[in-house]
């Protein structure tokens, strides 16, 4: 979570690797710092932490080449006595050294403990040589999973509650598909369904609440918007990627926050207006490198985004612009930065995603955490994932309005509203999906009589006879797309 002042307002905007790795830059350090140094070099934090290294194999196919580190710590003193959920980070890339103040506050308060570690390639887990580490045969979602196996094993923990949120909700479904047996639950909040980008965050489904949002402003801002983004200096792009990652950041709560910019700056010259958006624009858009204790790799988000995600695909490649009042694909050309990593670093190129997660059916009590107005995995497909990959019990629970971080936003607005319990009721829930038992319609109606926040639950509990390729239920995709389109 970074916090910028800007001209109008103060407002707080989840920085995801949606932005902030798309736009980096990825070069091997002058030089390279394995794990361990960089876990010397930022001692004081490894020491807060009491962190350990456990050894797993570089390849799990071919376990003779070796082993390679991966760092891991309990957010508090491991209690044998108490059951224990596992996280898996998003990004891909980001590393377990930025909790958000959100988790933070739900890992403090738990009844369990909280098993954090850093993904291989990234940290402090990044391997002993740099070949290594810039070798794509390192890198996998599957290696992810089977490393926090790995960790569990060696710890001696029978079960875990497995918690992804993003693009961890990749690893967690792998792993849940690998470990049932060893896995009591599985959480999963702002779920990963595929890698197409037509189904993340430029599905038709975003331009469309992107549209809603600029048919809502005023005339005059309307006008506004309509001067500056004619200059020469300003790209078409800028009012829809604002939009969105507001979106990604907290879907309807940030809305108002950047309905009310909008009001505020069209009060002001044209040339303040620019001026103002683009500076928050560029801070959106920047970086996070220079965040206290960021720690996040670029390397390991560009190696699974362009092996498993599709990434470096060529053609039909576009962005959102605003043009005569209308939010629009405009198609960005035929190559991207994606496809220039994969060159340097003799990857594959023009390859489709590999990753669907009806690939990986989950025997386990499956919780689903989804905003509808998520702006970087969008809802319908987090549907489809609850439709399709759950063989057991599943629970999907929606945040009318929500963005990408559930959890984050339940801790802004018990700040903003004031009221501690809807905060406490939402932790009751969330220490049921950890031990995988049922949520009640009692339950939800208590976390809805208070605050501003308003969820909607649906439960399944059926278990299928095989899961299909998702490209032959179409009548069925489509339902669940029109389902969500209700609950905007």
Wanted: aromatic share 14%; charged share 20%.
């Amino acid at each position: 979570m970074k916090y910028i002042e800007f001209g109008f307002a103060k407002t707080f905007i989840l920085l995801t690797s949606v932005y902030c790795f798309s736009l980096a830059t990825v070069a091997t350090p002058h030089k390279y710092q394995n794990g361990n140094d960089l876990m010397l070099a930022n001692l004081e934090l490894a020491k807060q932490e009491n962190g350990f290294f456990i050894d797993v194999p570089i390849d799990y196919q071919f376990p003779e080449k070796g082993n390679t580190s991966i760092y891991a710590y309990f957010y508090r003193n491991y209690n044998p006595s108490l059951p224990t959920l596992a996280f898996f980070m998003g990004g891909p890339g980001q590393s377990s050294h930025n909790l958000s103040d959100g988790l933070k506050r739900y890992v403090e308060q738990t009844e369990y403990n909280v098993l954090i570690f850093d993904q291989r390639g990234i940290a402090f887990s990044r391997p002993n040589s740099v070949q290594l580490w810039e070798s794509s045969d390192f890198y996998s979602s599957k290696n992810t999973a089977q490393d926090l196996n790995e960790i569990r094993e060696k710890l001696n923990i029978k079960q875990l509650s497995v918690y992804g949120v993003s693009y961890g909700t990749v690893a967690a479904t792998i792993y849940a598909h690998l470990f049932p047996d060893s896995t009591r639950s599985l959480i999963l909040e702002g779920a990963v369904f595929d890698g197409v980008d037509e189904r993340l965050s430029k599905d038709n489904f975003m331009l469309n609440i992107i549209q809603k949002f600029y048919d809502n402003l005023s005339t005059q801002v309307k006008d506004k918007l309509a001067r500056v983004s004619n200059d020469i200096i300003v790209s078409k792009r800028w009012f829809p990627q604002l939009v969105e990652a507001y979106l990604t950041a907290s879907g309807s709560y940030d809305f108002k926050v950047l309905s009310e910019l909008f009001i505020r700056a069209s009060a002001v010259s044209d040339q303040m207006f620019q001026s103002e958006f683009l500076k928050l624009h560029s801070q959106l858009f920047s970086s996070n490198k220079n965040v206290k204790n960021n720690l996040d790799e670029s390397l390991v988000n560009f190696m699974l985004l362009v092996k498993e995600f599709g990434a470096s695909q060529v053609g039909g490649l576009y962005d959102l612009e605003l043009y005569k009042g209308r939010v629009q694909k405009k198609e960005k050309g035929k190559q991207n930065i994606y496809f220039s990593f994969a060159l340097d670093y003799g990857l594959k190129v023009n390859q489709p995603s590999t990753f669907r997660a009806d690939q990986y059916p989950v025997k386990v009590p499956t919780y689903y955490l989804s905003g509808t107005r998520d702006g970087a995995a969008i809802t319908p497909w987090a549907m489809l994932h609850w439709k399709l990959v759950p063989q057991d019990k599943a629970t999907l629970v929606l945040l009318r309005g929500g963005g990408h971080s559930v959890t984050g936003l339940v801790h802004r607005s018990q700040k903003a509203d004031g009221f501690e319990q809807s905060e406490l009721y939402y932790r009751n829930i969330f220490l049921k999906m950890v031990n995988a038992q049922a949520i009640s319609e009692n339950d939800l109606s208590k976390l809805n009589s208070k605050g501003s926040l308003k969820f909607v639950m649906t439960t399944k509990n059926n278990s299928l006879n095989g899961v299909q390729n998702y490209n032959q239920k179409t009548n069925e995709r489509y339902s669940v797309i029109k389902k969500c389109s209700a609950i905007w």
